[in-house]
């Protein structure tokens, strides 16, 4: 069974980057599409960004976009999200998702595993 685990969240300061890890210890080479969602307290998880499976094709929330990048390892559940000039609005715990459809999936109802999320905290 698929079995994500984040990494790389920690406090930073407004402007600088960080980068976080997503691998499945469960079943890594699914091969599976995959995304980043955030959530802060209070707060629907939103999405962040997606990636195919091949990794060819990725698609970013407007409040992200330029940036965040993500990217993975092709027919493998492994996965990183570069952020860079991170804002206090980006403060939120970030999990990573897996996905048995293919695609580039913006959608909490199109993911199928979860991991347990890396806090990501920006401060002014």
């Known amino acids: 069974q698929v079995q994500l685990v984040e990494s790389g969240g920690e406090l930073v300061h407004v402007g600088d980057s960080l980068r976080l890890s997503c691998v499945d210890s469960?079943?890594?080479?699914?091969?599976?599409?995959m995304g980043w969602f955030r959530q802060a307290p209070g707060q629907e998880r939103e999405f962040v960004a997606a990636?195919?499976?091949?990794?060819?094709?990725?698609v970013y929330a407007d409040s992200v976009k330029g940036r965040f990048t993500i990217s993975r390892v092709s027919a493998k559940n492994t996965m990183w999200l570069q952020m860079n000039n991170l804002k206090p609005e980006d403060t939120a715990r970030y999990y990573c998702?897996?996905?048995?459809?293919?695609?580039?999936?913006?959608?909490?109802?199109?993911?199928?595993?979860w991991g347990q999320g890396t806090q990501v905290t920006v401060s002014s």
């Open positions: 990636i195919s499976r091949n990794g060819r094709n990725t």
């Open positions: 998702g897996a996905s048995r459809y293919s695609g580039q999936h913006t959608l909490k109802r199109n993911y199928h595993y």
């Open positions: 469960g079943d890594p080479d699914s091969g599976l599409a």
